[in-house]
């Protein structure tokens, strides 16, 4: 029997929608923070998606400002304590080797995928303050449940 997975959260990074500009070594241009607002919108972002599917923002649109052009924004690159969305996912197999005789066997196999069928979220389509789809989630990173069953003879 096997039990997997967990995939573990990434930091976020954020960047400024002006591709008018670039720095020096591939550096994109970042936003200034807004003081005293939080980065990521409160409340589980699996229970808002399933209420409305239009709530679906991650990261808090008001904490980020854009920077003057020809400015340096205060962002740091990756945001401090701001992970992706979790993924956890369990998925189990069941196999079987039968000896048949004669040089044969039989092999039947058993195997669920995201056993419990549980939603993980893909990373937010875009993480550049100025997009229009700025810290939203809109796809889903997993399948739903999938059950197969295998039985193989062996001669």
Do not use: C
Not at 88 to 103: E, M, P, Q
Not at 127 to 137: E, T
């Amino acid at each position: 029997m096997n039990v997997a997975k967990a995939i573990p959260r990434a930091a976020i990074g954020i960047s400024q929608n002006q591709p008018t500009q670039s720095f020096l070594f591939g550096n994109g241009i970042r936003p200034n923070i807004v003081p005293g607002q939080d980065f990521l919108v409160s409340g589980d972002i699996t229970d808002r998606i399933s209420a409305n599917t239009t709530d679906n923002l991650y990261l808090n649109k008001a904490a980020f400002a854009t920077a003057p052009t020809n400015t340096f924004g205060n962002a740091p690159r990756i945001l401090p304590g701001v992970m992706s969305p979790w993924r956890n996912n369990v998925d189990l197999g069941i196999g079987k080797n039968v000896h048949t005789g004669a040089g044969t066997s039989a092999s039947v196999r058993f195997e669920v995928l995201n056993m419990f069928n549980i939603v993980q979220w893909a990373s937010m389509a875009s993480s550049q303050v100025g997009n229009s789809s700025f810290g939203q989630i809109t796809t889903q990173a997993n399948n739903m449940r999938m059950v197969q069953f295998t039985l193989r003879f062996q001669f």
